[in-house]
């Protein structure tokens, strides 16, 4: 079984639609939770991270279901600049130790 | 930006030769990992370091080496390269402050 799986996409969404993403984790344990973005042919970058409460930055939210091991993002009024591969990333210990596990990631195309 | 750079960017090569990816960091961090990432799928990691003079094995087989000798730098070596290495390889780092992973930019390795 795989550490971390998300949703296979691809997506494709017109400019201005609201998307979302999820993405579920094995080890119980784990501890700090991520969503990176990574633009075709790039390296993965550090989108947002995602706390237990729930955060948002702007036009994207992020949620945390301890029970249920599953974690989400939310695109709000998409742009074009959204297009690209999210990673969920899932670190099994807390702060910097542990290891970071990513997912396959969804990919995300916005057309005008 | 980060501070955490890789070289070649690509790299064309043939079958039976030695290469050695270079990967660098100028943040100090103590932890630096090498990925392999095929066209569309998961990150996996290969080799990890928690210092100088520490390395480890990741998840998926590899036959390639790295070395540690100094925190800065973080080489990865194929003593015989064949086309099934044919692949990016994405070197990351991660310091105390956070558990953010930085990637270098990759790659991207063509073996023929």
């Known amino acids: 079984r795989k550490e971390v799986e998300q949703d296979p996409g691809p997506f494709n969404v017109p400019e201005g639609a609201t998307v979302a993403f999820n993405c579920t984790y094995s080890?119980?344990?784990?501890?700090?939770f991520f969503w990176y973005r990574q633009d075709c042919r790039k390296e993965p970058k550090l989108l947002m991270s995602v706390y237990s409460s729930g955060n948002e930055d702007g036009r994207f939210t992020a949620q945390l279901n301890r029970a249920s091991q599953y974690i989400s993002l939310l695109i709000r009024d998409s742009k074009l600049s959204d297009s690209a591969t999210y990673l969920c990333v899932v670190n099994d210990r807390g702060s910097t130790l542990g290891r970071l596990y990513f997912g396959r990631g969804t990919q995300l195309t916005v057309w005008p | 930006e980060a501070d955490i750079y890789q070289t070649p960017r690509y790299l064309v090569i043939g079958t039976g030769k030695k290469i050695t990816l270079e990967c660098s960091q100028t943040?100090?961090?103590?932890?630096m990992y090498w990925y392999q990432q095929d066209p569309g799928m998961e990150l996996h990691l290969i080799h990890y370091?928690?210092?100088?003079?520490?390395?480890e094995k990741g998840d998926l087989s590899s036959e390639s080496t790295v070395s540690r000798i100094r925190t800065e730098h973080f080489p990865l070596t194929l003593e015989s390269a064949r086309p099934s290495h044919t692949s990016q390889y994405l070197c990351?780092?991660?310091?105390?402050?956070?558990?953010?992973?930085?990637f270098g930019q990759g790659t991207r390795l063509t073996v023929v």
């Open positions: 080890n119980s344990a784990s501890q700090s």
């Open positions: 990351a780092s991660r310091g105390d402050r956070g558990p953010e992973a930085f």
């Open positions: 943040m100090g961090h103590d932890k």
């Open positions: 370091s928690y210092g100088v003079n520490s390395t």
